[in-house]
Structure formats: C-alpha cells, structure tokens
C-alpha cells in the first residue's frame, strides 16, 4: 500500500515549532487588544460568488488559484451551490459586516482574524496551497470618520509595532496610493497607450497584460524589462485632488509617529478592490517571496458586495513568512529544547498506575506541568524518560504510597530529597531547590 502524505503546499506544524507559531498570535492579539480590535472568526468556505465579486475575476487568485467546487443539494428544499475555501478573509469580513448590519452600529469596526486561507499556486519556500494570515480591517460608514487619512496611518504605524514587538527587524514599509477607481481606470488607459507601441518588445506575460490588464505589468520581474517599465507612466501623475490630499496627511501622520517608508510608484498589489492606499512590509531575510504583509484602502468593496457604502482599510500578514523571518533571525529558535516539565511521576509497578494518576492529577491542579510515566517500566527506563522530559523524577511506589513521604530527584543537580506528599507541589515549584 502506498503511503500517504500531506497534499503537495500543505504541511503539519508540529513541536517545538508550534510554541513559536503560538508565541507570534499572542504577541498579535495583545497588540489587536492595545488598539482595541476585537476577534472575528468567518467560515471558511463561502459561496463562489462572494470572492468572484469581492476579489475580482480578473485577478490571479479568482481565475486560477481557488479551489471550488459544487455542493450538491441534500434535500428538495436545497439549491446546488458553488463553493470555494476562503483564498483571503477581507470578502469574508465584509460579507459578515453587511450581514449582521454592523455599519447601523454608526461605529467603526475594528476586526481581526487568524486563521488558514487557501491557494493552488505553485509551492516553494515560503508559498503554500494552505497558509496563514493575520489580519485586521478598520471598516465603517463615512459618518464614522472610515474615510479619514489617519485610519491608514494608525493601522501601519500598528503593523510597524507588531513587527516590532515580534522581535522582527530590517523590515520595509512599501507605500502607493492607487488612487480613485476613476483615477485607476485612467491611469490603466494612459498605461494601455503606453504600452501599445512597445509591449512587443516585452516578455511574453507583459504583452498579455499590456491588453488585458495593464496595471499588473508592473509587477514583472523580468530583468529586461525592468527599464522600460520605469519609463513609463507613474499613478501619482493621475491622481485625482483629493486622493492626493489624502495621501499626503498619510504621509504626514506617519512622518510625525516616526514611522519609516518608501515609496513605491510600482506597488498596485493583485487583488482589484484596492482604492487609496496600498502597502506592503517587506523582510530582506525571505528571498523570492519577501512580502510579510499587504493590504490597502477599500472604499468601494461593501458597495461591490451589495452592502451599504462603508469605506474600510486592511491587511493581512502572512504567518507563515514571520515564522520564516524569525527562524532566519535566530536560527536556534526550531532547535531548543521542548520545555521541559517540571516532574516525571514514576509509579513502581502497575500497581502504582492509578495511584501514580491521583498524585499527577493533584500537582497539575496547583499549575505544575508533569509528566506521567509507566508502571510496567523499569526503574533505570523511567530515569531515562524522566530524564529526557522533566527536570525532577518523583518515585512513587507501595511504601511511597504508605507513608506520604516521596522521594524527588533534580536532574539538574543531581540531588536526591524526601518530600512529604503535603508539601510536593510547593518543593516542585520552588526553582532554586537543593
Ligand atoms: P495577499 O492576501 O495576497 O495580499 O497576501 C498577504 C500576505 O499573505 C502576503 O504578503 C504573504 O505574506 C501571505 N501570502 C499570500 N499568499 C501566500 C501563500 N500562498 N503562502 C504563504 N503566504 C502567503
């Protein structure tokens, strides 16, 4: 029989590396509390339609990277429908915020999620069919101030202290503005003149894209191409008055918080609900897939979705490529040692067993981590699994039992010590014993 494995782009996180995955959502969600965001969870599939119309169906993700499929009603009352899993969660939260009507609030809405998204794309290091994002959207009426400059800038100089604060440096904050979507559908024609006389002399993709979306030519990474697309025309020439406006008190904000940037002409970033302001963080340390983060302005998005107009602003971090930055930063991070319990509980013979899972029971209630051994092991066994999981052996056998007095073993100093049952726990937690 053939094995089986994880399907091609998914993985199994297992321990220690798992204590880092955990360490990264609680430094978020305490950084998510402090702007006073609070947590939603969407399903993770919806109907097709929703990514179709919120994504875009031009785009990449929507025309080639979702995994659909038709769910075949069950009963009479049900209709067939197409589903896809959730390739981003910003449609999902939409959809959730027009739903439950949470623009009648007259509040902002300040959410956030974790959680696994899905994309048949090509696999490689740091690129999965499954992966993780953490991201956050600030989205509200226009009554609510969703509009206002100081929304972008409070949410990046808020990435900027998560990255932060996960211990995550010689980050690059890349900052555009794409404008209205009338600024963007002018822009797209100047693009589209532009590039009529020399898209032949581009690569293959580029004379694609010069027809049908000119926008993502400056995404190509192609080195030949590289002059020609400098030369041509640049989104902040064909902004509009007030997206200009708008742009320039983002830049002021962040100026004043001390927040770092550069400015990136070439920044359109692949998903068509963007309007305003679009950013990426980049990471040196990640090699071809170096954006921890994207995200940007989408002011038309509700509206899109059949919602009431409520302009927003969001991201979405790639968990997986932080996890990758920090084992990049400290390589030792994978390597150290699975924390250690602070006791093995040895039962001498399986008589103990039971016996041995009262006493665990008691010390895991007083908040100790212990570790329950195995009767039919012998002596010189259990020493060997205590060893390599806790710092103290505690003995329990027939006599232990009678007399209420247990004798410990600290690994770390090799001493050995006779501790009434009473007083176990509170020896256990001492850190400086023997
Ligand atoms: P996007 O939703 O495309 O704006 O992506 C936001 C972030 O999610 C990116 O900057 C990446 O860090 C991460 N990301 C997107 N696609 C993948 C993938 N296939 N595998 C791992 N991370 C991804």
Redesign the pocket.
């Known amino acids: 029989m053939t094995t089986l494995k994880a399907v091609r ?1 998914t993985r199994d996180l297992l321990p220690p590396e798992t204590a880092l995955w955990n360490r990264i959502e609680a430094v978020a969600r305490a950084v998510f509390a402090r702007y006073n965001f609070g947590e939603i969870r969407t399903p993770i599939f919806e109907d097709t339609s929703l990514f179709a119309r919120g994504v875009g169906e031009e785009t990449d ?1 929507v025309s080639k990277e979702m995994y659909t499929w038709e769910d075949r009603a069950r009963a009479q009352s049900e209709k067939s429908q197409s589903l896809t899993l959730r ?2 969660n ?1 449609a999902g939260v939409v959809r959730a915020y027009i739903e439950h009507k949470l623009g009648e609030t007259g509040q902002l809405q300040k959410l956030y999620y974790i959680g696994p ?1 899905f ?1 048949r ?1 090509r ?1 490689q290091k ?4 499954q ?3 953490i ?1 956050a959207e600030v989205i509200g009426p226009p009554s609510a101030g969703s509009e206002s400059p100081l929304r972008d800038a409070e949410v990046l100089e808020m990435l900027a202290t998560l990255l932060d604060e996960l211990g995550i440096t010689g980050w690059t904050l890349h900052l555009n503005s794409v404008g209205s979507s009338a600024d963007r559908a002018r822009y797209n024609e100047a693009l589209r003149a532009a590039l009529e006389p020399i898209a032949h002399t581009m690569c293959a993709d580029c004379q694609r894209r010069a027809v049908t979306n000119p926008l993502r030519v400056l995404d190509c990474k192609v080195p030949e191409d590289q002059p020609i697309i400098e030369k041509l025309p640049r989104i902040a020439d064909h902004l509009d008055p007030e997206s200009q406006q708008h742009f320039a008190a983002v830049t002021a904000a962040l100026d004043a918080a001390g927040v770092p940037y550069t400015l990136n002409h070439r920044l359109v ?3 068509d609900y963007y309007t305003r302001t679009t950013f ?2 980049t990471h040196g340390g990640l090699g071809a ?1 170096n ?5 940007g302005r989408y002011d038309g998005l509700s509206e899109a979705l059949g919602g009431p107009r409520a302009p927003g602003i969001g ?4 968990e ?2 932080l996890v990758l930055t920090l084992q990049a930063q400290e390589p030792d991070q994978n390597s150290a040692p699975r924390q250690a319990a602070d006791a093995y509980i040895a039962p001498l013979g399986e008589a103990m067993n039971a016996a041995a899972l009262s006493l665990a029971r008691e010390l895991r209630h007083t908040g100790l981590a212990v570790e329950l051994g195995e009767g039919s092991f012998r002596l010189k066994k259990s020493f060997e699994a205590a060893d390599k999981t806790a710092r103290c052996i505690v003995i329990l056998g027939e006599d232990e039992l009678q007399s209420g007095i247990l004798t410990v073993k600290d690994f770390s100093t090799g001493t050995q010590t006779k501790v009434p049952r009473a007083e176990l726990a509170v020896f256990l937690a001492e850190p400086n014993r023997g």
């Open positions: 782009g993700i390739p981003e910003t998204q994309r794309e696999p740091g690129r999965y069919r992966f993780f994002q991201g970033r692949g998903l990426e963080f897939q954006a921890i983060l994207g995200g991201f979405a971090i790639g997986d490529r």
